[in-house]
C-alpha cells in the first residue's frame, strides 16, 4: 500500500494508558510524503502505517522519545530525542508499529527507492535504479540530528501558514531536510546515491564517464580508460553499467546523439560540422547513427524543429 495524500492511520485503545493517534501526512509529490506527529498528551500513543517495501523510511525525533516495534513486537528499536532513524529492506515489508511517549515530537520522510536515487543523479535517465547488485540490500542506520536539521524539523512541526501553500512549502523543507541529512565533506566530491557501495570505486567510474564526455571525438579504449582511472577493466564495465546503467559506449553513443540534436537545434553548425564536433569522421557515419537514434536524417530533423 502506497502513501496517500490525506491518509490517516487511526488505532483504538488497547490499555488504559495507552490512546489512539494518527498522522498528519502531506504529499510532497508522487512516492514521496512527510508524516508529522506530535503527543501532547500524557498518554502513550499507539500509531500503525503501512508502507510498501520499496520505500525508504526517515524518522526523525524532534522532541521527547518513541519506539519502533518490528515483527510484532518480537524486536524493538528506540528513537530518542534529537536522533534520527533511516530504515529500508526490499526484501520483506517494515509497516510502522510506533508507541510515542508523552510529549513527543516524531517527522517522518516516506520517499520510494527509485525516486530517491534520482534525486544523487544529475544523470538520472541513464540511472540503472534497481540494479541486480543493489535490489536486495537492505539498510539500518541512525544518527544525530544536526542544528540545521532541527530548524527545518521545527518548520515543518510548527508549520503556520496559509492552507494553499502547504504542499509547496513542505516540498522545499523536505529537499531541504535530504540535502542536510546527506550532507557530505566538500573534500570528499563524490556525485552518487549513499546508498551505493564503494564509493572510491564510484568516484573513479565517475571520473570515467567524465572523461569520455570530454574526449567524446577520440575517446580512450577501455583498456586506456581503465588504465587512467586506476580500476581493472572487469569492474570498470561492472561498475559503469550499474551506475549508468548502460555500457560505457552505449551511454556514450547516447550522450553524443543529445548533444548532436542540441546543436543542430541551435542553427549555429551544419550537418558535417556537427558530425565532426561529436566524433564522426565521415557525414555518412554521422547521418547513419544520427538515424538509428532519432528515425530521421540531421537535415530533416532540422528542417522539423525550425517550421
Known sequence: MKPNKEHKTEVADSLKNIAKGFFEETKIDDDFNVLTYQNNSVKVKILEREIDSSFIQFHFCLKGSSKFNFNKGKYALDIIEENSLLLY??????????????????????????KFHGL??????????LSDD??????????????????????LINYNLNQ??????????????????FNRNEDANVEQCPFLVDETNVIKIKKAKDIIISKMAEPPTLKELSEEIHLSLKKLKEGFKQIYGDTVYSFLFEYKMEVARKLLESGDY???????????????????????KYGTT????????SS
Open 89 to 114: 529492506n526490499p526484501q520483506r515489508e517494515l509497516p510502522i508499529n510506533l508507541e510515542i511517549n508523552p510529549k513527543s515530537w516524531l517527522i517522518t520522510v516516506l520517499i520510494s527507492i527509485k
Open 270 to 292: 551544419n550537418v558535417n560540422e556537427v558530425g565532426l564536433k561529436v566524433g564522426y569522421s565521415t557525414s555518412s557515419h554521422f547521418i547513419a547513427a544520427f538515424k538509428k
Open 298 to 305: 540531421p537535415k530533416k530533423y532540422i528542417l522539423s524543429v
Open 134 to 155: 543493489n535490489k536486495d540490500k537492505k539498510y539500518y542506520k541512525d544518527g544525530k540530528v544536526s542544528p540545521s536539521m532541527a530548524i527545518v524539523l521545527n518548520q
Open 164 to 181: 494553499s501553500i502547504k504542499n509547496l512549502y513542505f516540498k522545499g523543507k523536505a529537499y531541504e531536510l535530504l540535502s542536510l541529512y
Open 120 to 129: 544523487f543523479s544529475q544523470e538520472a535517465d541513464y540511472i540503472s535504479f
